[in-house]
């Protein structure tokens, strides 16, 4: 726990409170032409006595947390502005204005928030539902099931996030099908959509996820209470709502921890479905600062209100789980 969650997070804080940048001199250099030789003033990187660069950091205290979130515009993008051009062969892109990249933040905070809330009940009620349901099937064909199930989770998020694309997009299987209804629709064309889809990759992709956790929960409901309730007159939904649901409640809790993680860090649909357009989130605004501003610092202050924002989200459930463990202790 130390090595792989306290110290990347220590290490990310750390950065994200510094700025660092070349240390740069002005020379003049000869430049020789078949026209002749003239000099030059430029400027160019120090070289330290093992030949590597001379950087110079300084402390910047929250200075980029204020930035990612569209509060101030200064001087603390140096370090992106005297970075190097990337692979592509474009320089760091200039920083936006105060009103631009708070619109920025607050329109990738809606949409993660957007997402998170709207896949957490679908993913709570179907993958509950498809556990009650698989636990009804004969023991014969349950392994089949649970297999076909399982398929969704078990392919990776990128490879998932693709399959959705080449389904809906223009030339696609469910346009083509769509336009034989007469019925003529661009999913990756309007913001609606394109935010529809990314909602329905996220349950679809997470609902087996809640699915096995949920029917290995129905497999520990204890029987001889079940058989009470219905020697007592209890039917089917009255067994499920006083004997099964308040069993699987921690359940139902551990479930809604992962996922409200999960979700909040939700990156692969966007980057695959939209590339950012019509809609983003907030780790892919962290993916847009670290690889359009070439600036790390400021990525990773985008990377601590991410965490942090996860932690807000987590907190009352966390709160509720302590003080039913205080309890039950």
């Known amino acids: 726990m130390l090595l792989l969650l306290a110290l990347p997070l220590a290490v990310t804080f750390y950065l994200s409170v510094r700025s660092c940048a070349l240390q740069m001199e002005v020379v003049t250099v000869t430049e020789s032409s078949p026209f002749g030789t003239k000099e030059v003033v430029t400027q160019r990187a120090v070289m330290g006595p093992d030949g590597r660069a001379l950087r110079v950091c300084r ?4 200075e980029y947390f204020r930035k990612v979130l569209g509060l101030d515009v200064g001087d603390g993008d140096q370090a992106a502005s005297s970075a190097p051009p990337d692979a592509s062969g474009a320089g760091a892109a200039p920083a936006a204005d105060s009103p631009q990249r708070a619109t920025e933040f607050m329109g990738a905070l809606r949409f993660t928030l957007l997402y998170t809330f709207a896949t957490t009940p679908f993913v709570l009620l179907l993958g509950f539902a498809l556990a009650l349901g698989v636990n009804q099937v004969g023991q014969r064909w349950r392994p089949i099931y649970i297999s076909a199930s399982l398929l969704p ?9 693709l399959a959705i694309k080449w389904l809906f997009r223009d030339n696609g299987l ?6 034989q209804f007469g019925i003529s629709l661009f999913w990756m064309a309007q913001a609606w959509s394109a935010r529809l889809l990314i909602i329905l990759y996220g349950i ?3 609902v087996p996820f809640a699915f096995i956790v949920f029917y290995a929960g129905l497999q520990s409901v204890p029987q001889d209470s079940l058989e009470a309730a219905r020697i007592d007159g209890a039917n089917a939904w009255q067994r499920l709502r006083y004997v099964t649901l308040p ?18 860090r939700v990156f692969e649909p966007v980057m695959v479905l939209t590339q950012g357009a019509f809609t983003t989130s907030v780790q892919y605004l962290t993916y847009y600062i670290l690889l359009q501003e070439n600036n790390p610092y400021k990525a990773s202050a985008a990377a ?13 459930l966390l709160v509720r789980t302590w003080k039913e463990q205080r309890r039950g202790g």
């Not at 989770?153 to 996030?161: D, E, N, Q």
Request: proline share 8%; net charge negative; hydrophobic share 65%.
């Open 59 to 62: 402390f910047v205290g929250l």
């Open 153 to 161: 989770f078990i392919i990776t998020p990128v490879v998932g996030a």
């Open 174 to 179: 469910v346009p083509y099908f769509l336009s």
């Open 204 to 206: 679809w992709h997470v």
């Open 247 to 264: 069993h699987l409640a921690p359940l139902f809790v551990f479930v809604t921890l992962i996922h409200l993680m999960d979700a909040y």
């Open 304 to 316: 601590v209100l991410t965490t942090a924002g996860i932690a807000v989200l987590l907190i009352p």
